[in-house]
């Protein structure tokens, strides 16, 4: 299976403040998912990121408040644009292993004061 | 569209007993279904998954699921609880590669010595 490491794994920031995830996979592949998981829920799809392309934003979510950048088949950052208590969340990096399976990273958990 | 519906946020259950976990799913078209787990402050970890052959289908950790197309139904089932089960469960359905994959809310297993 694939491995991905997603940095930072935590991080506390401040209200208005901005913070890029970064998700490095060890194979090439097409499609990178970030997913939202607030606490108590469950996830919640922001984006396909698509190398060379602009990413696909799911309804709620603009990039804006969401830049994804895609540089290579290995690589995405996503980056949580002027934070608000409510961005607090566990930010997961995934890639498709089979027909709509996912595998995730280990999760980025923030927490805006 | 699709829609995945998990019975219950919370099920606890005796060391040894049996698990069900419920998940019943809605799908325009053959759904490919999957059975997540997620341990505290970890990312998530597929248990198993449906893609259309067997419909009885067996993961890791002992646990199995069963696709009911007639009850849009893949309940995942375990005979004997262990303590080291005590997680966050997650059903998800997806139409195939490329596209996403919808996540249920969840269901907290919770296992009594």
């Known amino acids: 299976s694939a491995v991905i490491s997603q940095k930072p794994s935590r991080d506390i920031c401040q209200r208005g403040t901005s913070l890029t995830i970064q998700c490095q996979v060890d194979?090439?592949?097409?499609?990178m998912f970030w997913y939202r998981q607030q606490p108590g829920q469950s996830l919640t799809l922001i984006a396909t990121?698509?190398?060379?392309?602009?990413?696909?934003?799911e309804s709620g979510f603009v990039i804006d408040k969401f830049p994804i950048s895609r540089p290579n088949l290995t690589f995405s950052t996503l980056t949580v644009s002027n934070m608000s208590p409510e961005d607090s969340s566990i930010y997961l990096c995934?890639?498709?292993?089979?027909?709509?399976?996912?595998?995730f990273g280990e999760g980025s958990r923030l927490t805006v004061l | 569209a699709q829609s995945v519906t998990q019975l219950g946020s919370h099920v606890s259950v005796s060391e040894g007993a049996l698990v069900l976990l419920r998940c019943n799913y809605s799908s325009s078209v053959p759904p490919y279904l999957f059975w997540y787990v997620q341990y505290p402050n970890q990312g998530l970890q597929l248990l198993l998954k449906y893609t259309s052959a067997a419909t009885l289908v067996k993961g890791i950790n002992g646990f199995e699921a069963e696709f009911k197309k007639s009850e849009t139904s893949f309940h995942l089932t375990k005979p004997s609880a262990h303590m080291s089960d005590a997680a966050e469960y997650f059903c998800?359905?997806?139409?195939?590669?490329?596209?996403?994959?919808?996540f249920g809310a969840g269901t907290r297993l919770f296992v009594k010595a």
């Open positions: 990121a698509n190398q060379g392309s602009e990413a696909t934003y």
């Open positions: 998800a359905v997806s139409e195939g590669g490329g596209f996403k994959t919808i």
């Open positions: 995934s890639v498709e292993t089979g027909p709509g399976e996912l595998f």
């Open positions: 194979s090439q592949v097409t499609m």
